[in-house]
């Protein structure tokens, strides 16, 4: 990745902690910013006169006039193969499963389909400043490396994983214990740590798969431990059920994947509404964390996850879309319902708590703060650049807006992506919003 030095300028925000614990420690805002990338990482964030004063006078800026550079967004969870599932009407978890979700995945044996899937998916999210995502594939072993062929040539960094399912579920999907177990281990040795890529063991949920097959998953945990390992937990109190009845001898849902040795720091659970107390206290104890679908949960009519009850917890927690359930691409969409969630739960998202979860926060759970997720030197440099003017609404908000408070609310709330004027991967462009032709510049 040789790149010349080249400095951004713009106002720039980023996170050094969690701004609900250290306040106005917790970040570093800069009005007149200015942001120094060389071969594809960080050298340097401060004040844009400080920064130019130290550097030679002919090294290229790239000025975003009243607009904000932010770290690339986290998506902790979500499904490539159902872009096209997405806004699918009428139902709750399993009957959407069984009537859209599953015919959809079915075509992703198809490996070219797979191809223009991925491609179409990893420019969605690029679109909407999402650099880094932990992604679900389907039980198709092609589907996954037709998914880290595309983001190989982005140079994206993303964790995806083959579907692991072998039960309650058409046969035309279903693996085996020991297929599952070969074809997971071969896309390790290929793809863990090829480049940026990362990857992640699947059990789809507990429902479909055997105990043979959970047992599997967690041989590969052990042979691979720094692999991570997403699934589904607690979503829909039917599910939950129809676990209870498929493991009796289990202490709760949790329990089942526990028994299998799935939990750890790098172990994600998408949804986990209805969790129990003991529950909680093995998420805490293990280091596992929930990733918090705001969007999903309430287009499924999943529930309403309880942000504030899992920080009493002391359990970790991440945002994520989970698209095609999910009805978004856009982190800041994802993190306007999460407002309206924790609205209704009778407390508080505040907009820096909001930035903060959706980049060093979601890079904390995938353990991946010290490459992404904040401007600390030597991090990887994947950026974001808001545009405070994208709509005229937004427009006009912004003008009555008078703290950096309000108006990264004001953001969050009217934004999506039209509110990403560029992002950058390794310090590329590869979304430029108002040049489209122009931004592979891989
Ligand atoms: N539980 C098991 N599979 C899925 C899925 O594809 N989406 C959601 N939202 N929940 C699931
Ligand atoms: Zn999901």
């Known amino acids: 990745n040789a790149q010349s030095p080249t400095v951004y300028r713009a106002a720039i925000l980023h996170f050094l902690s969690d701004p609900d614990v250290d306040g106005e420690n917790a970040y570093q805002f800069f009005e007149d910013g200015a942001l120094l990338i060389e071969n594809g990482r960080v050298l340097q964030v ?10 030679s006078s002919d090294i290229p800026v790239v000025e975003y006039k009243n607009h904000l550079i932010i770290p690339g ?69 092609q589907s996954v490396e037709a998914f880290f062929e595309a983001s190989e040539q982005r140079n994206t960094r993303m964790i995806c994983g083959k579907v692991m399912m072998n039960r309650n579920a058409p046969e035309f999907l279903c693996d085996t214990p020991e297929s599952s177990y070969q074809d997971s281990k071969e896309l390790i040795e290929a793809w863990h740590n090829k480049g940026r890529q990362l990857y992640a063991v699947t059990p789809r949920f507990a429902i479909t798969s055997t ?91 999943s529930g309403l996850l309880d942000i504030k009850e899992l920080e009493e917890e002391q359990v970790a927690y991440s945002v994520a879309t989970d698209v095609g359930g999910g009805t978004s691409f856009s982190m800041l969409q994802t993190l306007n319902e999460a407002y309206k969630v924790t609205q209704l739960n009778g407390n508080k998202l505040s907009a820096l708590k909001s930035l903060y979860l959706a980049t060093l926060g979601n890079a904390k759970t995938l353990q991946l703060e010290d490459k992404i997720g904040s401007f600390k030197e030597g991090n990887e440099a994947d950026f974001a650049v808001l545009d405070f003017n994208s709509t005229p609404l937004m427009s006009l908000k912004q003008s009555k807006c008078k703290t950096l408070a309000e108006k990264l609310f004001a953001m969050i709330i009217l934004g999506d992506d039209r509110a990403v004027r560029a992002t950058y991967v390794a310090g590329n462009c590869v979304h430029d919003r108002d040049n489209s032709s122009a931004s592979q510049t891989n």
């Open 46 to 55: 401060g004040e844009a006169e400080a920064v130019l004063a130290s550097l």
């Open 211 to 301: 105990e043979e097959q959970l047992q599997k998953a967690g041989q590969l945990m052990e042979e691979y431990p720094d692999v991570y390992m997403q699934t589904h937990i607690s979503e829909n109190k039917d599910e939950v059920a129809f676990v209870q009845e498929l493991f009796p001898d289990s202490k709760d849902y949790l329990d089942v994947y526990d028994q299998f040795g799935l939990l750890g720091k790098r172990s994600v659970f998408a949804h986990g509404i209805h969790l129990t107390p003991r529950e909680h206290q093995r998420f805490r104890e293990t280091g596992s964390s929930v990733s918090f679908c705001p969007t999903s949960n309430l287009f499924l009519g």
């Open 73 to 141: 967004m986290i998506d902790t969870h979500i499904h490539f193969p159902q872009v096209e599932v997405i806004a699918s009407y009428g139902e709750q978890l399993l009957d959407w499963l069984n009537n859209y979700t599953f015919p959809a995945e079915r075509q992703f044996e198809d490996k070219e389909y797979a191809s223009n899937i991925a491609n179409f998916f990893l420019d969605e999210l690029l679109k909407n400043g999402t650099t880094t995502a932990l992604v679900f594939g389907t039980v198709h072993k």
